[in-house]
């Protein structure tokens, strides 16, 4: 039974560039949650997709974007990107639209800096 | 938003200890969870708690769900190496949203 699985590792982008995170979920999930991390802190929650649509939103500016396809995977996408951007991005799958948030199974992130 | 407080923000204890640590809330929350993070991976869930006064097992892991609704506590009994990592505690905000504590960091000397 695979996990939720992200892509890439890690990533090294510089200031103002776009990035594109990669999110597949634990296998019969439908729901896709994105956290960041920062070094030293909890995560914060950035957004949830359910059915291909963006359901919550954390306090996170446009510049955060994402999507699901319907196989369920699921991308990040970041605009212009800043220094301050830099951290641990978390996915994390559940199922039902994240009617229960204790069953959300996280994978092991995706490490960006911006230099 | 809700905001959760742990505490203490780092453990140095010897190999066998007990430990305790806890999380507080500006508000209530109806559900309270823990979580272990391992350096390079993502968080993973330890106990879940759903009722106020509750006490939960998990092998040597024990969790409390407070009776005001606004704290939660973990206790590790006789703590081995494999213990160490960062401990959140975390609660639903709305259906879709966790929100999380800013984490305890557990180092155990052997």
């Known amino acids: 039974d695979a996990g939720v699985t992200q892509s890439p590792t890690h990533l090294i982008k510089t200031r103002g560039q776009q990035v594109t995170l990669r999110c597949s979920p634990k296998s019969g999930h439908d729901t896709v949650s994105w956290y960041q991390q920062a070094l030293g802190q909890g995560p914060q929650f950035i957004f949830q997709y359910y059915e291909e649509e963006e359901r919550q939103r954390g306090n996170f500016p446009d510049r955060f974007s994402g999507h699901q396809f319907p196989n369920y995977s699921s991308e990040l996408n970041v605009n212009a990107l800043l220094l301050g951007d830099s951290a641990l991005y978390l996915c994390?799958?559940?199922?039902?639209?994240?009617?229960?948030?204790?069953?959300?199974?996280f994978g092991p992130g995706t490490r960006l800096t911006v230099l | 938003g809700q905001q959760l407080n742990q505490s203490p923000q780092s453990m140095f204890i010897q190999e066998g200890e007990d430990v305790s640590m806890n999380c507080t809330s500006s508000s209530i929350f109806n559900t309270w969870l823990w979580y272990k993070q391992d350096p390079g991976e993502g968080p993973v869930l330890l106990i879940a708690?759903?009722?106020?006064?509750e006490l939960t097992s998990n092998g040597r892991l024990t969790a409390q769900f407070g009776i005001t609704r606004k704290d939660s506590f973990l206790n590790i009994s006789a703590s081995i190496p494999s213990d160490v990592g960062i401990y959140f505690c975390?609660?639903?905000?709305?259906?879709?949203?966790?929100?999380f504590g800013q984490g305890t960091r557990l180092t155990i000397n052997p």
């Open positions: 994390a799958s559940s199922l039902g639209g994240g009617s229960k948030t204790d069953t959300q199974y």
């Open positions: 975390a609660g639903p905000e709305g259906a879709q949203k966790l929100v």
């Open positions: 708690l759903y009722k106020a006064g």
